[in-house]
């Protein structure tokens, strides 16, 4: 009797336990934040494989309110969000949600709308709405700060709207089509999915934090309307992970494909690997308040020793291209990629340093004034194999490498002590060229990490400020591009890229060199659907 | 008996008093800026961050980081005492709930890996005893050792591909249902099961050693009835064991978990140390702690009920 009462009791709890436990979805299924669990809504999972498009990225918004980071470009990649203008895959910049734009004076923009866009709701998206949107984005998101910096907006009629700069000629349409600026209805609270209302072709049904955002088609859509009818858009943070959601044929699209798993995922021949180089440069950047980098000689001869095309190999499996110079992965730059260090030319490293003075010793390392020439290169940890070879690369001159990995905080903490010569990091190349080139090289730059300050820069920098047209801004920017190369107050490797497996059947998809905010368009169809 | 359990719960409230001090300073130890975590870094490094500096210090002052750290460190304490962890960073939810939601999760998987674990544990072991020296038992310590030193992770991928991908017989999806409990469960059940058949082997062979084995086989008792002897004499290594294995499958299989994207609390605590949301790690160690201490707790008292002589 007693053992009857025992079993009867494990097999009670391992059933409540599993009835718990399958409960978990639903229960985690409630809308993020405030709202509770009531806000929940479940949908029906009998869709057909090719009305359902399943997207695995790395991370997905963590918010229902796309103001908070991370939200607005995964919003804008499953289609659930959009922006005024867009940038295409040219680097041209074009009305999205927005009409069209002119610039009326140096410092005014009149931006016209769609009268028949809506929101999700049905409400027209009017001058007004729009305006309180980008003042929401201005006042809620940091990230969108530097793009609505000294800009003021002013509705004309129903559809359209004027914009003062207080810089002059600002390509403001570029402004605009940054990733945090998506324009929602900002007299909703955005908390919840009931009270979300946003523009995409897609709108959201049910939000899991961390987990899905499952969206089906907005019938208020303005434009051309997709056919595939739910999106589920997931999140699989393990690389493996992610690569076994595609190869498993369950994931019609997934981002973020590890470079190690490239080699195997093409071998699969029901996936399309789509690898666009993001317009984004992998830099060693140089500390030059060091003794031996202040000198012009050391830092090109550094640059001069690597053999980029190795490093590509290596550091990032032959998967990307050489870039010499910074604005060289920037798609509109593209005459930039190898200028300067046409070639790698280590005896001209060598002999740069021997005319700085650093004479090669019995031990291989090159010394000056009883010292040796060493280097402490600080990375992530993920970057071990391009580390080892701009390591071994180095070595060839005679230059004692020392490479130290970790994560951004440790980067961060030595960048403020002070205790590094260079470090590697990438950014974005495309953009507003004042605004990039300026945080990148001028002396209060934030990302101006090595303190750089050369007067030629600056001026060429006031330069481009001034510049009146595209044109003239596109050729003061590739003479900054130039001068930097040649001072070099940082080294130039490659673009890192950016990998999707797309399973074959599925067409329409479009590789962008910024491909997390343009996944999810209406021309995406299944093949014989 | 009462007093032992009233010395011991004394020890436990000091012990977990004593963690929320580590927990605390180690966590503000770290050199993230907790600002710039909840604000955001500006995407394009810009020269102009004049309202990203008013802002900087505003925030500085609504989480307190400008009082001294034993200030800091009340308020914290207050609040815990209310459930109150604070809010996630990074989904500004109430990690509590969060918490919540992630524990079924890891139950529905601690629990039938547990019972795995059980089941080969103590029958291969016996098995592997009661074969000593033969041809079963080579090839039953051959296999633990082979489970032992295999990594958690590459048995886990190793059969995540073979049925996910190879066979599709598997989901590789994120969700926590019963379809996709039985793979998680059989890899965290075989690599646990190797040190408790190793407990079990040696402790049985101990016991058939001892004399009130000879004497049952001399009186003629059945084998069966040899073997739940010498099962029950060796039940504390076994608990031990099964409660550390439970603790450590509790806290969160955080490879496993990762590998099958299993959203319970060992990935929870995973992607919050890769996200640097501290208040959802600081809540993460602290529950942790207190249920490692209960844990503990019960089986002290378990091993005094079992064996009176056992000092508590």
Known sequence: MKKKIISIGFVAVLALVLFVGCGNDKSTQGVSGQKSTEATKTVDTKATDQEELIFVEREIASKTDPNFYPGSSHYIANGASETLFKIQANGEVEPFLAKGSKQIDETTWKIDLRPEAKFWSGESITAQAVIDSLERSRETNVRALPFLEGISFTPIDDYSFEAKTERKNLNLPLSLAYMELSIINASKAHDSIETMDMSGMYKVVEFQPKKKIVLEINENYYGKKPTIKRIIHEEIMDNEARTLAASSGRADIVRGIPNESVAQLKKDDNLVLHMAPAANTQTIYLNLQKEHLKDVKVRQALAWALDRDELVVLGSEGLSTPVTTWLGSNPKYAEAKNAVYTKYDSEKAKDLLEEAGWKLGDDGIRHKNGEKLQFKLRTWGQDKALGETIQNQWSRIGVDTEVIYGDYALIETARETGDWDGLIEAWQTYGDEYSLLSGQFSPTGTANYGKYDDVETNKLLEELLNAKTAEERHERALAINERIAMEVPAIYMYPRVETSAVKKSLKGYKEHFRQFENVVNSDLEFEGY | ?312
């Open chain 2, 1 to 312: 008996m009462f007093t032992k359990i009233l010395k011991k719960t004394m020890e436990m409230v000091v012990t977990i008093f004593i963690a929320t001090i580590i927990i605390f300073v180690l966590i503000r130890l770290s050199p993230r800026d907790p600002v710039k975590i909840v604000m955001g870094n500006p995407e394009i490094a810009m020269t102009n961050t004049k309202e990203y500096d008013i802002r900087y210090e505003k925030m500085s002052e609504e989480l307190n980081l400008d009082k001294s750290i034993p200030f800091q460190y009340i308020s914290w304490i207050k609040r815990v005492l209310k459930f109150d962890f604070g809010k996630s960073i990074y989904t500004g939810r109430p990690v509590a709930d969060e918490i919540k939601e992630r524990i079924p999760a890891t139950l529905l998987l601690a629990i039938p890996s547990m019972i795995l674990q059980c089941i080969l544990g103590i029958s291969l072991g016996v098995i592997s005893a009661v074969r000593h020296e033969k041809f079963t038992d080579q090839v039953i310590r051959f296999i633990s050792v082979f489970f032992s030193s295999v990594p958690a992770f590459a048995l886990g991928l190793m059969l995540l591909y073979y049925f996910g991908v190879h066979l599709k017989y598997y989901e590789v999806s994120n969700v926590a249902n019963l379809s996709r409990l039985w793979l998680p469960v059989i890899v965290l059940g075989v690599i646990s099961s190797p040190s408790l058949i190793r407990v079990v082997r040696t402790n049985m062979l101990q016991e058939f050693g001892r004399d009130y084995i000879s004497f049952g086989i001399a009186r003629g008792l059945s084998k069966g009835d040899i073997l739940k002897n010498a099962i029950k004499n060796i039940a504390l290594p076994i608990i031990t064991i099964l409660a550390l294995s439970f603790v450590s499958l509790l806290s969160g299989a955080v490879v496993i978990e990762s590998i099958f994207t299993w959203p319970g609390m060992g990935r929870y605590a995973m992607e919050s140390i890769l996200l640097n949301d501290y208040p959802v790690t600081q809540a993460y160690a602290l529950f942790m702690t207190i249920m490692i201490v209960i844990i503990n707790f019960f089986v002290d008292i378990i091993y005094t009920y079992a064996n009176p002589k056992v000092k508590m």
